[in-house]
C-alpha cells in the first residue's frame, strides 16, 4: 500500500494528541495572552500537513483543492473529537475557541506545505505505479 508510510506519522501524531488530551495539565503554558491557541494553531497545522500528504500519497491524481478541503475538514473533525473529549477529563475542558484556533491552524498548515510542496517538485516527474 503506497500511503502507508505517510499513514504512520499521522497516526503516531493523533495518538500523541490525544494522550496529550487526556492529563490534567501537560506543562506550565507561559503567561502570555491566547498562547494556548497559538499552541492549537501550530499543532493542528502539522496535522493538517499530515493528513495533506497521507491524502496525497493515497490519491496522487487527485485535485489540490480537494485535498487540501480533506486535509482541513478530517483534522477539524478530529479537533473537535478532542475538544468532546477534554470535556469529560478532570481538570480540562472543551473550547470552541481552541477548535477554531485547530480548523484555521490546519486549513494555513495545508495551504503553505501544498504551496511549497508544488515550487520544490514543479520541474520533478513521479514515475507512479498503476493502482
Known amino acids: 500500500m503506497r500511503m502507508l508510510p505517510d499513514l504512520v506519522p499521522l497516526i503516531l501524531y493523533c495518538v ?4 496529550q ?3 490534567p495539565a501537560p506543562f506550565e503554558i507561559p503567561d502570555v495572552s ?9 499543532g493542528y497545522g502539522v496535522m493538517g500537513i499530515l493528513f495533506y ?9 487527485a485535485i489540490k483543492r480537494t485535498l487540501i ?9 478530529y479537533g473537535l473529537s478532542d475538544e468532546i473529549h477534554q470535556y469529560f477529563v478532570p481538570e480540562r475542558s472543551a473550547d470552541l ?10 486549513a494555513v498548515g495545508t495551504v503553505i506545505y501544498q504551496r511549497l510542496f ?9 514515475d507512479r505505479p498503476p493502482l
Open 69 to 77: 478541503w480533506a486535509s482541513v475538514i478530517s483534522t477539524a473533525l
Open 34 to 42: 491566547h498562547f494556548d491557541k497559538l499552541l492549537h494553531f501550530v
Open 16 to 19: 500523541f494528541i490525544f494522550m
Open 53 to 61: 500528504r497521507t491524502y496525497l500519497a493515497g490519491w496522487p491524481q
Open 21 to 23: 488530551s487526556r492529563l
Open 118 to 126: 508544488d515550487a520544490t517538485h514543479k520541474n520533478r516527474t513521479f
Open 97 to 106: 475557541l481552541d477548535w477554531l484556533a485547530d480548523t484555521v491552524g490546519a
